[in-house]
């Protein structure tokens, strides 16, 4: 039985041991996060594989200039007249004997073994140049795209690390908040004791202890929520909550307010680019009417034994080709892949009207943010003096409880606003460049 029990405990304090651990703090800056977003980050990797895949197609086009070339060795025995008869030719074996109509009507049989080099070159593929066009576009495009999503993951880096900095703010004051409330029911349950609060009063003051502890451990949830996102970015599986080394503080006031949307931005180049691949697809399916030139040629050796070779012969040769009609399936393809290029106009000016659109609204946020930190700042001290006013008369007897718990409340409040604030101005300004870049 006791040892039962021991292992019991045992256990249990190996549970408490993983779930510390599981939960362990951990200070990280800004930069560390990059770094390990830059390395490890899934989404960079997955763009990184289309550019690939990209890149791939790309080189699948070499097929427009390069040869093909095929090696095949075959082994058959016959009695087929024709088959036999040509057997033995290529094999440099007739006899004045073979051209016997008996022995040509009704052969013996006969093995032929036949090693074939054959090589296919393109010469003239109008339709192939333009495909290989299109798709050095497309891979061109992946490219940018990937540098693009780069720089969302920096700009996402500065979002995360700020909400982890404004969650670790938020318990701070929080902490703070329960600290003065908790003082203050001591104070009020001193003052009922004494005969100078009525019982409505104490229950006011532990009415605020509990909604502070209620905001207090949301923050600390939010705290929790930041740390699991970071987390994700840097594609990390260990639960960590991490701690922001460095400072929550307002960036920089100035700001470029003729900032503008530009053409060279990575990811509307990369849509353009698409745009382009569209168009040369396009003119491929096109070009596809036209007739091709290609040159062939094979070197061939024959044997009536396997794995030799007593004979051997060679054809080179050209071809023009010119498929005229397909039961219309060219036109199809024309008017589908025109209709895809026409598509990719319209979304491309799309994007850039949705871009500007969102710079406008950044441009705004930032500066309702730049305005409404000035405030905050100024409103928290006014929150503060009055809050050190109201408690000492309240320890004086002078100020009423419900007066002491709304100025409390409202300083803690303004904190928080404030520590907001910063983060939304922040926010504007990291968005801002990142739409501008």
């Known amino acids: 039985m006791k040892t039962n029990i021991y292992i019991l405990v045992f256990g249990f304090l190996l549970n408490i041991g993983f779930i510390l651990q599981a939960q362990q703090s951990k200070s990280i ?14 989404s960079l990797k997955i763009s990184e594989q289309e550019f690939n895949k990209a890149k791939a197609d790309y080189r699948q086009t070499n097929a427009v200039f390069l040869p093909n070339i095929s090696v095949s060795y075959t082994g058959i025995s016959t009695t087929n007249p024709l088959m036999a ?8 074996i007739v006899t004045q004997n073979d051209f016997n109509p008996i022995l040509l009507n009704d052969p013996k049989q006969i093995q032929n073994f036949a090693t074939r080099i054959e090589v296919k070159q393109p010469l003239i593929n109008l339709d192939g140049f333009y495909q290989r066009k299109a798709a050095k576009s497309k891979m061109n495009a992946m490219a940018l795209q990937t540098k693009r999503t780069n720089d969302y993951l920096v700009f996402e880096v500065d979002k995360a690390y700020m909400q982890l900095q404004l969650a670790y703010k938020a ?59 970071l987390s994700f970015l840097m594609n990390d599986k260990i639960s960590v909550i991490y701690e922001p080394s460095d400072e929550l503080l307002v960036s920089d006031l100035s700001s470029k307010s003729t900032q503008i949307i530009s053409e060279n931005r990575l990811d509307i180049k990369a849509m353009a680019l698409a745009s382009d691949a569209y168009k040369t697809a396009y003119l491929a399916d096109k070009m596809d009417f036209l007739p091709k030139l290609n040159a062939f040629g094979s070197y061939e050796l024959y044997d009536d034994k396997i794995f030799q070779a007593d004979a051997n012969g060679y054809l080179i040769g050209a071809e023009l080709s010119w498929d005229i009609f397909k039961g219309s399936k060219r036109f199809g393809k024309a008017q589908k892949s025109k209709a895809e290029y026409e598509k990719s106009k319209l979304q491309y000016q799309q994007y850039v009207s949705q871009s500007e659109l969102e710079l406008n609204k950044a441009k705004r946020m930032l500066s309702d943010a730049k305005n409404k930190l000035k405030l905050t700042e100024l409103v928290v001290s006014q929150s503060e003096e009055s809050l050190r006013i109201r408690t000492n008369r309240f320890k004086e007897g002078l100020e009423k409880t419900s007066d002491l718990l709304i100025t409390e409340a409202q300083y803690a409040q303004k904190q928080l606003d404030y ?19």
């Open 85 to 92: 008869f040509g057997s033995r030719l290529n094999q440099e």
């Open 29 to 42: 800056s800004k930069s560390e996060v990059l770094l390990k977003v830059i390395n490890k980050n899934q």
């Open 171 to 229: 318990v701070d004051v929080l902490e703070k908040a329960l600290k003065a409330a908790t003082e203050n029911k001591n104070l009020a349950d001193n003052s009922f004791k004494q005969g100078y609060l009525l019982r409505a009063d104490v229950l006011a003051v532990e009415v605020r202890v509990s909604e502070v502890q209620n905001q207090l451990q949301q923050a600390k949830s939010n705290v929790k929520n930041a740390s699991n996102y």
């Open 419 to 437: 520590y907001q604030t910063i983060f939304e101005y922040n926010y504007a300004k990291a968005y801002l460049d990142f739409l501008t870049n």
